[in-house]
T-cell receptor, first 116, second 115 residues
Framework: DVKVTQSSRYLVKRTGEKVFLECVQD?????MFWYRQDPGLGLRLIYF???????EKGDIPEGYSVSREKKERFSLILESASTNQTSMYLC???????????????FGDGTRLSIL | DQQVKQNSPSLSVQEGRISILNCDYT??????FLWYKKYPAEGPTFLIS?????DKNEDGRFTVFLNKSAKHLSLHIVPSQPGDSAVYFC??????????????FGKGTLLTVNP
């Protein structure tokens, strides 16, 4: 069974802090993704990575960066947290682009982040 | 510009009846479509998918229909059960990566199945 683990379920930080959200997957997937979910807006892609040390911007990358030093781990970084980054953050993983597959992306349970 | 639209924020259905959730898309490059179900405080879980070369895919109580000319897909749940109560997201991807490339999600539809 695929497991995507996000390090924290709930996190409270202050405006201006640097925040790290960690995600680990155990299925040797090439692709990893960070989304945020907000009421009435659905899931929006922040960043994704299709290989170690590779990253691509999603639809809403402003204010975020990512790090992928190892295949199984993908970190989302809020460089200077702001209140409009209060949200549910969801990490996902999936098999690589080069291998077409009908295997879906698998999601972690999310991190509810509050910026005060 | 919203490329995947779920125009019904909520849907209420009686147990045992059919639930029909709808999704429209605007990007003609989308070639793979998925439905995810999400309970509160949990991550989305995959439900069913369909490739653009098909017009129907069935898995147990769940069937997805794709109408490419109308850029419309729908999820049918028959019979509906109270445990199906959740938010349902429609998602789409473009390119040869299939379902594992970047997904574009709709805003979701909250389905409530009443006993």
């Amino acid at each position: 069974d695929v497991k995507v683990t996000q390090s924290s379920r709930y996190l409270v930080k202050r405006t201006g802090e640097k925040v790290f959200l960690e995600c680990v997957q155990d299925m040797d997937h090439e692709n990893m993704f960070w989304y945020r979910q907000d009421p009435g807006l659905g899931l929006r892609l922040i960043y994704f990575s299709y290989d170690v040390k590779m990253k691509e911007k999603g639809d809403i990358p402003e204010g975020y960066s990512v790090s992928r030093e190892k295949k199984e781990r993908f970190s989302l970084i809020l460089e200077s947290a702001s209140t409009n980054q209060t949200s549910m953050y969801l990490c996902a993983s999936g098999v690589g682009i080069g291998r077409y597959s009908n295997q879906p992306q698998h999601f972690g349970d999310g991190t509810r982040l509050s910026i005060l | 510009d919203q490329q995947v639209k779920q125009n019904s924020p909520s849907l209420s259905v009686q147990e045992g009846r059919i639930s029909i959730l709808n999704c429209d898309y605007t990007n003609s490059m989308f070639d793979y479509f998925l439905w995810y179900k999400k309970y509160p405080a949990e991550g989305p879980t995959f439900l069913i998918s369909i490739s653009s070369i098909k017009d129907k895919n069935e898995d147990g109580r769940f069937t997805v229909f794709l109408n490419k000319s109308a850029k419309h897909l729908s999820l049918h749940i028959v019979p509906s059960q109270p445990g199906d109560s959740a938010v349902y997201f429609c998602a789409a991807s473009a390119g040869s990566g299939g379902s594992n490339y970047k997904l574009t999600f709709g805003k979701g539809t909250l389905l409530t199945v009443n006993p």
